[in-house]
């Protein structure tokens, strides 16, 4: 009953920009720990950014100064604001709450 659902993803050039959503829906609790991952094509799934139940933020160091995660509770909405965006960017992105996980949206970064 739990949905996750990634929007947002595209094509664009180093340098631009990208903001992603994660809606949930279902029996969710009304303050998750929210993870956005990615994986791109013959690697490993790589954590990007989460906002733990308390509010607070973390990301991976490749993400810091250049992402901004964001959360909002009464949506139960998770937000990925990219910037300064690399071709090593490159990948689906996927939120996950516990063991559900989103479809993903791709994002691609062209040099």
């Known amino acids: 009953q739990v949905q996750l659902v990634e929007s947002g993803g595209g094509s664009v050039q180093a340098g631009g920009s990208l903001n992603l959503t994660c809606s949930a829906s279902?029996?969710?609790?009304?303050?998750?720990?929210l993870t956005w991952w990615r994986q791109a094509p013959g690697k490993e799934r790589e954590y990007v950014a989460r906002?733990?139940?308390?509010?607070?933020?973390d990301y991976a160091d490749s993400a810091k100064g250049r992402f901004t995660v964001s959360r909002d509770t009464a949506k139960l909405t998770l937000y990925l604001q990219m910037t300064q965006l690399r071709p090593d960017d490159t990948g689906v992105y996927t939120c996950?709450?516990?063991?559900?996980w989103g479809q993903g949206t791709q994002v691609t970064v062209s040099p």
């Open positions: 996950q709450w516990r063991t559900h």
């Open positions: 279902g029996p969710i609790f009304s303050s998750p720990t």
């Open positions: 906002v733990s139940a308390n509010g607070i933020s």
